[in-house]
């Protein structure tokens, strides 16, 4: 691994691309499912309402409260329509294309971005590497969620910039894309007041620049609102019902609510250290040398506008991680001239290679939902034929308290059982008994069925030391071979 990053500096870009395509397309082929419920239930399922397939009394409240601005949904509804004007209907492939769709304009936007950087060209294509290796990096740049579609307009802006564009189209084109930005993450604005002051105090431009910037940036947001008028079917202003809604009248607060130090220590725990050591460690030594950056001027009123704010995930922070990662590679490449002879220090790095290396083969080589593999299964086992699944206690498609249509097939039908024991009641032969559990806990009476599907190989069955599979949120999908009714 460190004889890889090694020579990544020697590469040429376009061998560089090709690496970072095939990294990417990988991401975004594997990791299926959301990595928070908004990207599924914010947005796919919005789209699909507009589609006509996913009812309006199930979604989430915040359709209700027209807190949710509509520009992602409406891509989503586009692409939807798209595949099934040319018979493409199946919902897997659809959703995969908004991911590859992410992560094309993310590999632009970085090659463009990384090769504008203040390195030495040999250290811009090793940043545009690390992001690409850094464990966590292609599975959240795959994402069609609000942060990284936020992200990737604050990109398109900072490109922009620090490529050095004077023309007056492109200031238009700067305010365009943070007022896109805003209009797809409201939370964006703690960075954009960041950049508004790095433009007075570091970049001066000049009261021509200043309108049209001001032309881009309202033309961005007037967008936002049309198309809020067009899917909502009714003028609304999104950002002031989500202002009012979450910090006016504390909705957010229901979520949880933690102290202002939070984002520390969960960085530190959920970047999974060591590694996140290095991404900290060097964002605090990055952030003093590189204090007139704009993407330090950026991140700062970021971090301590979402500080501030009762409510606080990790996630929040992910508009960010660019920023963050040029920061922090600017800090270690600053650290490692000092610290490089230390035996400690070199032998730490490599164990950090050693786990970054086997949890980026995991993360962006797997679904980030384990229901994805099965949910698949039973759509291509109902494009045979209708399909009747028993489920227990609950819908298999009820995540986190809210049904989901997304991937629901209309030849399947469900019936939902309170016991394994009464499955002998509605069972059938050729029925399928859905187990969200690995073993079976309890006896099924005058049933008799066998494995159909399983997404982990057979050998794992056989490793139940402490009966963890019985605990486990592995499926298991069993067809029903013969059945005493009744």
Known sequence: MMGLLLGIRNWSWKRLLLLASIILGVAAGCTSGYFHPDEHFQILEFANWKMGYTPEQELAWEFKDRIRPALQPTIAYLNFSFWEQIGMYDPFFQVACLRFLSAALMLGLMYRLSSTLDFP???QKLFFASCLLLWFGPMLGVRFSSENWAALAFLGASWILLAGKTSRFSWFGVGF???IAFDIRFQMAFSILGLGAWFIWIKKPTAATWVFLLL?????IGIGMGVDRWFYNEWVCTPWNYFTRNILEHKAREYGVEP????????LVKLLPPVSLWVIVGLFRGLYLKRSHLFTWAFVPFFIGHSL????????MFPMMIPVLYLAYSGWKDLAQHAWNSRAFRRLFRFSLLINGLAWFFFCTQPLQAFMPYFRHLYLKANEGPLKIISEKESIYKLVDV????????????EIISRID??????????????????LQGDAPKILMKSAYCYWPDWVSALNFNHWQERSHMWRIYEITEAECR
């Open 121 to 123: 060209p040999r250290d």
């Open 216 to 220: 881009g940036g309202l033309l961005g």
């Open 309 to 316: 704010v009762a409510h606080k995930e990790l996630r929040f």
């Open 403 to 414: 049904h989901s249509f997304v991937y629901n097939h209309p030849d399947i039908e469900e």
């Open 177 to 179: 894309l943070l007022g």
């Open 260 to 267: 202002w130090w939070y984002y520390l220590p969960i960085g």
């Open 422 to 439: 009464t499955l002998h009641h509605v069972a059938h032969r050729g029925d399928y008994f859905v187990h969200r559990r690995l073993r």
